[in-house]
């Protein structure tokens, strides 16, 4: 094992002495993976597989980011909706009754999404005749995007090396033998979709496949036929391939209907390409559908007159691209958890292990799915990144858009991803489509709207199969409104004036122009959306009276101020559409304000209601605490603190993804504390075979999320999470080490962004900063705050004192340059 593991040195900051090894960046076992949740991630944005490391059986899942069921979003399939938005208006703001209100929402819903599918599943089988395997090794190295596989049978040693290449489109497989001629295996894929094996030649397999018209969603089973494959109008349904060749140096491939045959070789190279007819949100993948079988015989083709090494090294360049744009070290006087497999790593972590050298490898694994799981061009990440083996998945692995699709993209900007952000533009840019459509065809209102569910189809209507979907979760109309907020991040973080005037700009402005005609006066003046939820949640309005379908609730009032002031924002930045600016700065100040509640906390309802479930996983509520900007200890203190009375109440208790929220919640609070004990609990070891699933979330061995079952926004979540400690930037200035935990005494980071802008490199010690180096990418004035003084070297710049809010130096920078700071 130790052969395969070479030294790499970081440099660390000024004064702090540190150095971490290659392995800090593997995951890496002594054991084949048993399920699902244990085989290892790969992927390039298109193509996603999990690797098992099985010796006599290796299986490889495989993914491609375009397979879902379906076809276009239908149209016109509630003609009846908007009659009943005003007799629900009446219920609520008329009568208090919720509950009639709920059953009218019913009546207003529409289809379900469609699902994400799996590919295949690759096996290679190698018969040892029973042989007992020694020195098994597996690993996945996250620098380089290498899953590796050893093991020594009767002497020989055996490899394999597995990566997908975004340059060459292509999942790549060498398999070594240590002795001359000991390769012999047979390599074939079968798929749980429709599918044929079709000849191709002496050393090729290709088989076709067609995806369902439609899947039913897992938890809804209301048909006697949830997975329908024909569709008389030849539209919904796509096609795939998958074409596999294998390249032997020596010995013999032979191709019949059960796969390849490889015998007595010693080095192999296997590459599989797909594609799927996938032709857009709007083009039927059947009957306009793009021609699979030339894209993936081109791409299997071109990388086919390539060698391992060549493909191996463009891969390495295109992924360190991304991954060495940032690096993060903690200070770890320990050696003894680091020495151990990442399974046994993460179990000791779980029983109380001080372990930072773990907590960074989670970090940068967070950074690692999404390099592989989003890259421009292709889909965005949905509920499960890239990799799913379910025919009908957990919660269809779809968009969720409540929570769960923005919360996979948080780290993109701060961990300086930038451009794997623009996956999730193109998303929204096709909702706002098919939601200019649903705003009209079920409330009979200009601009557009999403509401909880979408998918690769950008469905956007109120989802529910015509009644049966729970309001509380199908009927809120907040999606697309969220989603607008990506758009003004990436210019803030990026200060792409030309993106914010010819793609956020209008897609923003359709979304706010939806909420001047959704929202209404209630009988004090304010202006409210009416019906309205707080997604997933319940109240008691009464004694024993519970309800979910409400007004005004504070997430969606929190919503549309962000909308409101993001294009406020952007208008006053591209100096245009004054009027509408203006209109809508007027209804701000009319918006239903926050309220807090008798327990001092920040209130949930409309009015000061009960929770049915106190320690509910979603604190929708506090979206103005984060990912928004209303609510902070610097600017709201109030507010602030009846936020943090809401975490006390709620408690830290929750699913993966609800303690990834939270620890950005702990740590826009600037407690970095309370932050990093949800980072522990998020790290909880959690197996599938193992864990009681009603204990909540946690980590799986792989080191995905666990909801459970697997979520992969939990590992975004938490990524950003640790990036919000250690910088934030929403309030105009950039806050260095805002929610710093005792525990990380000394460390360096280096590449995050800051919004306005900014390339952050920093050092610290003794809990403080030492210095800091501040790269200007579009100049302008900078604001800092630190915990102590600083000064800016050169122009000798001191900070002054900020009241009980630390410390601020503000100097004016030129694009391009660098500034450094250093502690007083």
């Not at 050893?150 to 497989?173: K, N, Y």
Request: with cysteine; aromatic share 10%; glycine share 10%.
């Amino acid at each position: 094992m130790l052969k395969r593991i070479c030294s790499l040195l970081l440099l660390a900051g000024p004064g702090i002495g540190m150095a971490v090894s290659a392995q800090d960046l593997r995951l890496w076992y002594k054991q084949e993976a048993k399920t699902w949740t244990e085989a290892l991630p790969i992927g390039n944005g298109r193509l996603g597989a999990m690797v098992f490391g099985k010796v006599n059986e290796e299986l490889i899942q495989l993914n491609e980011s375009s397979l879902w069921s379906g076809g276009p979003v239908k149209t016109n399939v509630n003609p009846d909706a908007p009659a009943y938005l005003p007799q629900i208006r009446e219920a609520l703001l008329k009568d208090a009754d919720y509950n009639k209100a709920a059953g009218l929402a019913r009546k207003m819903q529409g289809l379900y999404t469609e699902s994400y599918l799996p590919m295949g599943d690759l096996s290679i089988r190698q018969d040892f005749k029973g042989a007992v395997p020694t020195a098994y090794y597996r690993d996945l190295d996250i620098h380089d995007a290498v899953a590796t596989t050893t093991f020594t049978i009767d002497g020989t040693e055996f490899t394999r090396e597995v990566f997908v290449s975004a340059p060459d489109q292509v999942i790549v497989i060498r398999l070594l033998s240590g002795k001359a001629g000991g390769l012999n295996f047979t390599a074939g894929i079968k798929s749980a979709l429709h599918y044929r094996v079709v000849p191709a030649g002496a050393d090729e397999w290709v088989i076709k496949g067609k995806a369902p018209a439609h899947v039913d969603p897992s938890y809804y089973n209301e048909n006697k036929e949830p997975i329908i494959y024909t569709d008389s109008n030849s539209c919904d349904g796509m096609r795939f391939e998958m074409r596999m060749r294998a390249l032997a140096k020596d010995g013999t491939v032979l191709a019949d209907s059960s796969g390849l045959h490889v015998s007595n070789a010693t080095e192999v190279l296997l590459l599989l390409s797909a594609a799927t007819s996938f032709n857009g949100f709007d083009k039927c993948p059947d009957k306009e559908g793009k021609d699979e079988d030339q894209l993936a015989r081109s791409y299997l083709d071109k990388a086919g007159a390539k060698s391992w090494e060549s493909l191996l090294e463009a891969h390495r360049i295109d992924f360190h691209h991304y991954f060495d744009r940032v690096s993060f070290i903690l200070k770890d006087t320990t050696k003894g958890p680091r020495a151990l497999p990442s399974d046994e790593r993460l179990k000791a972590y779980s029983r109380g292990a001080y372990d930072p050298g773990l907590e960074t490898l989670y970090f940068q694994f967070g950074r690692y799915l999404l390099i592989s799981s989003s890259r421009p061009g292709g889909q965005a990440v949905n509920l499960q990144g890239l990799w799913n083996k379910e025919l009908r998945a957990p919660w269809s692995s779809n968009y969720t858009i409540n929570i769960n699709t923005q919360m996979n993209y948080w780290p993109a900007e701060v961990t300086n991803l930038s451009e794997l952000h623009e996956p999730l533009f193109d998303l929204i840019g096709d909702i706002a489509t098919t939601g200019k459509t649903t705003a009209k065809e079920f409330y009979n209102l200009d601009g557009w709207v999403a509401h909880h569910n979408s998918d690769i189809w950008a469905l956007s209507n109120p989802v529910g199969d015509m009644g049966h979907g729970d309001p509380k979760w199908a009927n809120w109309a907040m999606g697309g409104n969220w989603l607008c907020q990506h758009l003004w991040e990436h210019y803030q973080f990026t200060g792409d004036k030309q993106f914010l005037k010819d793609r956020a700009y209008p897609l923003m402005k359709g979304a706010a122009t939806f909420c001047l005609g959704w929202l209404v006066e209630d009988k004090d003046g304010w202006l409210v959306t009416a019906p309205s939820m707080s997604p997933e949640n319940d109240f008691f309005y009464a004694p024993g009276k519970q309800a979910s379908v409400s007004v005004a609730t504070t997430m969606d009032m929190s919503i549309i101020w962000d909308l409101f002031t993001n294009l406020i924002d952007a208008a006053n930045v591209l100096g245009e559409d004054a009027t509408f600016r203006d209109l809508l700065i007027a209804k701000r100040k009319k918006l239903y304000p926050l309220h807090i509640g008798h327990k001092g906390n920040l209130q949930e309802w409309y009015k000061d209601f009960e929770d049915v479930e106190v320690h509910h996983r979603h604190t929708s509520h506090l979206f103005g605490l984060y990912p928004g900007r209303q609510i902070a200890p610097v600017s709201t203190p109030v507010f602030a603190a009846a936020a943090r009375k809401t975490l006390e109440i709620r408690g830290d208790e929750g699913t993966g993804w609800s303690k990834a929220w939270k620890i950005n919640f702990w740590g826009r609070l600037l407690d970095g504390n309370h932050a990093y004990l949800l980072l522990r609990q998020l790290l909880h070891y959690t197996s599938e075979t193992e864990t009681n699933y009603g204990e909540g979330g946690g980590t799986y061995p792989d080191f995905f999320d666990a909801h459970p079952p697997f979520q992969i926004d939990g590992n975004f979540g938490g990524t950003a999470g640790m990036a919000e400690m250690l910088i934030q930037s929403h309030l105009g200035e950039l806050h260095l080490l805002a929610a710093l935990p005792e525990t990380w005494k000394a460390g360096q980071v280096k590449g995050l962004k800051a919004r306005g802008g900014y390339e952050v490199d920093m050092s610290w010690e003794n809990h403080l900063l030492a210095s800091a180096r501040i790269k200007s990418l579009t100049g302008g004035v900078c604001k800092i705050r630190t915990a102590r003084p600083v000064m800016l070297t050169g122009k000798k710049i001191r900070s002054t004192r900020s009241g009980n809010n630390g410390y601020v130096l503000s100097f004016p920078t030129e694009k391009g340059q660098a500034y450094d700071l250093i502690a007083l």
